[in-house]
T-cell receptor
Framework: SQTIHQWPATLVQPVGSPLSLECTVEGTSNPNLYWYRQAAGRGLQLLFY??????ISSEVPQNLSASRPQDRQFILSSKKLLLSDSGFYLCAWSRKQGGTGNTIYFGEGSWLTVV | GDSVTQMEGPVTLSEEAFLTINCTYTATGYPSLFWYVQYPGEGLQLLLK?????DKGSNKGFEATYRKETTSFHLEKGSVQVSDSAVYFC???????????FGKGTKLSVIP
């Protein structure tokens, strides 16, 4: 069966510090990978998605970036965090076959508080 | 653009009550529709989905029917339990898009 893990689960970082959230998927190959953010009162927002190694698409311009160094690894980064970056970050994956009917499966999430 | 509108919460029900959470959508074509559930402090879990008109998704006693004529995908459960307390998200995914468009979520609290 497939599993998705992301870490750290909770993070408190000062403004201006860097960020690295990691996500790995097990039990599948060549998945589509996603980073979503859930901010208070704003619902869920797609930040980045990737269809393959080194291929990153950004949905929202911001000071965050994403990388996919390996097939099943997806990393969310920032060089300098802003207060507005606080939120709940969710990594997710889906299969390529089957089109948009394919379910997107989410990880456990990472709580980021920028202080 | 595409959008999903859910009834605003919070919704508070007594155990064994009937639940309906309304969800309507705006999108061209025939998107796939989903309900996700988020328990306190956790990520999102798929609850059910429907990929074409008149499909009924069901899981754990929850049901939702894809109604193209009313662009709706209302979530229902005949008898809720305390363990159903969570935030419920309605979402759509269009053909050719990688993105899930979510509603804002509806918080459900079930009291004994």
């Amino acid at each position: 069966s497939q599993t998705i893990h992301q870490w750290p689960a909770t993070l408190v970082q000062p403004v201006g510090s860097p960020l690295s959230l990691e996500c790995t998927v097990e039990g599948t190959s060549n998945p589509n990978l996603y980073w979503y953010r859930q901010a208070a009162g704003r619902g869920l927002q797609l930040l980045f998605y990737s269809v393959g190694i080194g291929q990153i698409s950004s949905e929202v311009p911001q000071n965050l970036s994403a990388s996919r160094p390996q097939d099943r690894q997806f990393i969310l980064s920032s060089k300098k965090l802003l207060l507005s970056d606080s939120g709940f970050y969710l990594c997710a994956w889906s299969r390529k076959q089957g089109g948009t009917g394919n379910t997107i499966y989410f990880g456990e999430g990472s709580w980021l508080t920028v202080v | 653009g595409d959008s999903v509108t859910q009834m605003e919460g919070p919704v508070t029900l007594s155990e064994e009550a009937f639940l309906t959470i309304n969800c309507t959508y705006t999108a061209t074509g025939y998107p796939s529709l989903f309900w996700y559930v988020q328990y306190p402090g956790e990520g999102l879990q798929l609850l059910l989905k429907a990929t074409k008109a008149d499909d009924k998704g069901s899981n754990k006693g929850f049901e939702a029917t894809y109604r193209k004529e009313t662009t709706s995908f209302h979530l229902e459960k005949g008898s809720v339990q305390v363990s159903d307390s969570a935030v419920y998200f309605c979402a759509l995914r269009k053909v050719g898009s990688y993105q899930l468009t979510f509603g804002k979520g509806t918080k459900l609290s079930v009291i004994p």
